[in-house]
């Protein structure tokens, strides 16, 4: 079983098909945990509708904030931190399960269209493509149901056969890193590595971080890394430009360069492409 923990400000379109993708391509039984940031354009009332468990705050807050309040109130043992604006793929949560058993993995994230990881040259590509397909279908007709679905379908073509082939292609392949929009941890991985610091906003790579750390010190615990086989999509920042209001915490916020300083260059030291870019004080959400 399989808590799944989202936090939401608005985006109803985005939402209700996150919704169907979900209830569509997960076969086993799960709990959906909606942290609500002040909707105002009826996403409340869609995951009501759905079942889904709602925490309902009444201000904006931020990302790690919100997945620490969606952990107080979970039932499982594996906590499934998903943006709203994702995709996943058929069966996703079966082979979540299987391979985390396999490879001993406590956190761990998919392949997706925004991943940084070790090895990452097949991610490239779907990362230029991506580009290409979201901006002029955006420019012209925004966040509707309608664009996003056709965003997906010029990117993948048939999403389910696309997937099936992609699953088959990266069989067992589990790469060192993380995708920032799927982040799933077991309890125990929380037990010795903290909940997410409210502090940093770029708080899925400071998960990473604590995991490599604890990794090397103690080795009680593996890096976080992606199970490759499984694939999601992002749509990204193309939610960004919905302007949501500020986050009532942001005066709380650190850098993540401020907090990890040079550490964190020795423990990325084989994951580059993440070094310049996280360390120079850019934000991944």
Known sequence: MISIISAVHNQYEMNKLFLETLE???????????????????????????????????????????????????KYDVLAFFNNDIIVSPDWDVRLLESMKKHNLDVCGFGCNDSIEKGNEDIHPLKRRWKHVKNPIHTLFGTHSFALRWMQKWMYGDWEKWSKNW?????????????????????????????????????????????????????????ASNIMS?????????????KPIPFVDLDNF??????????????????????KYMLAGNKSK
Do not use: M
């Open 230 to 242: 499984i694939y999601v999509h992002h749509f990204g920042r193309l939610t960004t430009k919905a």
């Open 167 to 223: 699953a088959v292609k990266y069989k067992d392949v589990i790469r060192e890193g993380l995708s920032g929009s799927c982040v799933i941890c077991t309890r125990k991985a929380l037990d010795k590595i903290g909940l997410w610091d409210e502090r940093i906003q770029s708080a899925d790579f400071d998960i990473y971080l604590k995991t490599k750390k604890r990794h090397i010190e103690v080795g009680d615990i593996l890096p």
């Open 254 to 275: 650190v850098e993540i360069k401020d907090k990890w300083g040079d550490e964190a260059n020795i423990l990325l030291k084989d994951i580059n492409v993440q070094i």
């Open 24 to 74: 569509k391509y997960t076969r086993n039984s799960y709990e959906l945990i909606i942290i609500d940031n002040a909707s105002t354009d009826g996403s409340q009332e869609l995951f009501k509708k759905h079942g889904a468990i709602l925490i309902q705050n009444t201000a904006n807050y931020s990302y790690p904030y919100c997945q620490n309040q969606g952990i107080g109130i979970a």
